[in-house]
């Protein structure tokens, strides 16, 4: 199926670091969600960015729907051991009636305390 | 408030057997997409639902159907299941296409 690609694959840190991800993709999006999965759990949304340029934080959380509206990163700062688990890009698309999320294949994060 | 319930929570089946999974959206949301997720990826959209009708369909094989209901809950049905159907399955539902909200999923195990 289709596909964004995320990266880093994974990720390992020390309590306190900055963390970086990111997702491209060849196709233009007119929305970009971040989502962060737990083992055993479903997606829970972090940050939804709306429109090309636009900078948006959550807490901790800050991400950016890139110019070109084909990439978006996201940045977690001072990390804790919470922010453990599997950080998932996602990009919509509406073409007519047909809307659907394409999702990278996610980021995973440890955090060492 | 409740969010998005998703039952079974587990389940296991044969090759060829049937499955029907259900989903109950959030209060208010009229719309319901599924999902299947295999272990190490990310999700791979199969339906969206809106209002009853369907409003966009994945790359899945004519084995996979689903529909939603006058209350806005909806079941996913697949059919003559086979081993690499095993997989997470989520539903999300959204008020209006954009922000989807996840339930917990179902496990969905064919042995």
């Known amino acids: 199926g289709q596909q964004l690609n995320q990266s880093p694959q994974s990720m390992f840190i020390q309590e306190g670091e900055d963390v970086s991800m990111n997702c491209t993709s060849s196709?233009?999006?007119?929305?970009w969600l971040w989502y962060k999965q737990d083992p055993g759990e479903g997606p829970v949304l972090l940050i939804a960015?709306?429109?090309a340029g636009e900078l948006t934080s959550n807490g901790r959380l800050t991400a950016q729907f890139g110019i070109t509206r084909k990439d978006s990163f996201l940045n977690i700062s001072a990390s804790i051991p919470s922010d453990v688990g599997i950080y998932f890009c996602?990009?919509?698309?509406?073409?007519?009636?047909?809307?659907?999320?394409?999702w990278g294949l996610g980021t995973s994060l440890a955090v060492n305390p | 408030d409740a969010g998005v319930t998703q039952s079974p929570t587990h389940l296991i089946k044969t090759r060829g057997q049937h499955v029907t999974l259900r989903c109950s959206p959030i209060?208010?949301?009229?719309?319901v997409s599924w999902y299947q997720q295999v272990l190490g990826q990310g999700p791979q959209f199969i339906f969206q639902?809106?209002?009853?009708?369907?409003?966009g369909r994945g790359n899945f094989p004519d084995r996979f159907s689903a529909r939603q209901f006058p209350n806005y809950s909806s079941e996913l049905n697949v059919n003559a299941l086979l081993l690499g159907d095993s997989a997470l399955y989520l539903c999300?539902?959204?008020?209006?296409?954009?922000?989807?909200?996840f339930g917990a999923g179902t496990r969905l195990s064919v042995l």
């Open positions: 999300a539902s959204s008020w209006g296409p954009d922000i989807q909200y």
């Open positions: 209060s208010g949301h009229k719309s």
């Open positions: 639902y809106y209002e009853k009708e369907e409003r």
């Open positions: 196709s233009i999006f007119n929305t």
């Open positions: 960015l709306y429109k």
């Open positions: 996602a990009g919509l698309i509406n073409a007519g009636n047909n809307r659907k999320l394409i």
